[in-house]
């Protein structure tokens, strides 16, 4: 399923300042409310580590005290295609940049949909790439034999001709060794042909990676062997252009996808074959509607962290009959809530990849507006009626 355990305890590593509720706020009553809100984070939250604006006074307006931001009053997930890390490594990475109390079942990655392909590859060898900690998230979800790209490359003399010129060849996390290790006791990797390869997270070492993606994919899964089908290609996104610290776009994993897709068919008789996770996909809202839905029934219950919302199918569900999808990237955030339709509603924020005067040529959003507060007083203003 979409969401994950939730983490029982945490600490806030920087104190929680009291802020004035300014705006409108919502009544106190018990009734649950009837909507969800789904946040981008890169672009609409942050720009690399920086908090935009006042993106913490927004989220702190949906918690039942706003000077003690732990427990909802409005159910909202951060729906986004960044990841490398475990979704509750996320959340608490996100709980101390924004101030307020993020648990793992609100944090939807672009691989997160992965753990759906565990009982098709769980007991294969699987290759992950990208940055943070592949290999940890696949292993994670469940994947027994999964290697990282920096474990595999190593295993493999001279699969990387340039290596001998980069600082860091060939140097393993500590953590990565364990899981290298571990693996190696089952597994002779040299040996042993790779099932399928998932892109989890943006690849750094762009060189290498689509080297021996190629080796890999054209192979039948072993590098330095000739002949088989080309194993599955997965991608936890296909983002071409994403807003981070700099303060123009940067490439992202559609990019990697073009590059490598283009030398691919360039140097193999078959055209490359992959699937493309992720929004805008339409299953990507339809999974983050399912979770708004559990999160909207666990507010108000005597349990705090909801450890139920990832894995009980008959987890009792409340309507929700409005919601809405806060991003900066037009082709991404807002092409994707308007494809999934109704009972989404997109709002386009100006404060990242998109920051242009009225609305998107190619992909209006239902609304634009200038920061994700601007959005949050909108959605705030309109539900006002349920609660007087």
Not at 151 to 170: H, R
Not at 297 to 307: A, K, L, R
Not at 365 to 383: F, P, Q, R, S
């Amino acid at each position: 399923m979409m969401a994950m355990a939730c983490v029982r305890k945490f600490r806030f590593t920087r104190p929680l300042f009291h802020l004035q509720w300014r705006y409108y706020s919502l009544q106190t009553k018990s009734e649950r409310p009837t909507f969800g809100i789904a946040f981008d984070i890169d672009g609409v939250m942050l720009r690399g580590r920086n908090v935009i604006g006042g993106a913490t006074q927004a989220l702190r307006r949906l918690f039942k005290d706003p000077s003690n931001p732990t427990e909802l009053r409005v159910p909202f997930v951060f729906l986004t295609n960044g990841g490398g890390l475990r979704e509750s490594e996320r959340a608490i990475e996100l709980s101390n940049l924004l101030g307020v109390y993020i648990k793992s079942c609100q944090v939807l990655q672009g691989h997160t949909p992965f753990r759906k392909l565990v009982n098709r590859f769980g007991d294969e060898l699987v290759l992950a790439v990208g940055k943070g900690e592949p290999a940890n998230v696949m292993s994670e979800y469940g994947f027994r034999k999964v290697v990282s790209m920096d474990e595999y490359a190593s295993s493999f003399v001279n699969i990387d001709p340039l290596a001998q010129y980069k600082s860091c060849a060939n140097q393993l996390s500590s953590h990565n060794k364990d899981l290298l290790s571990q693996l190696e006791g089952d597994v002779d990797i040299t040996n042993t042909h790779v099932h399928a390869a998932f892109v989890v997270s943006d690849p750094i070492d762009w060189g290498r990676d689509i080297q021996v993606l190629c080796d890999v994919l054209r192979s039948g899964g072993l590098p330095g062997k000739s002949g088989g089908h080309q194993p599955p290609l997965f991608f936890a996104a296909d983002d071409l252009e994403y807003q981070a610290a700099f303060p123009t776009v940067r490439l992202g994993m559609g990019a990697f996808r073009i590059a490598l897709e283009s030398i691919f068919n360039r140097i193999h008789h078959s055209a490359l074959t992959y699937t493309s996770f992720g929004k805008p996909n339409a299953t990507v809202f339809k999974d983050a509607e399912i979770v708004l839905q559990k999160i909207s029934s666990s507010i108000g219950s005597e349990t705090t962290d909801h450890p139920k919302i990832s894995n009980a199918e008959n987890f009792p569900t409340h309507e929700i009959k409005s919601l809405y999808m806060i991003g900066d990237n037009p082709p991404v955030d807002i092409f994707g809530a308007r494809q999934a339709g109704l009972p989404w509603f997109s709002i386009l924020t100006r404060t990242g990849c998109f920051s242009g005067e009225g609305n998107h040529a190619d992909f209006p959003a239902d609304l634009v507006v200038d920061t994700v507060e601007d959005a949050i007083d909108y959605i705030l203003k309109k539900h006002s009626k349920e609660y007087l």
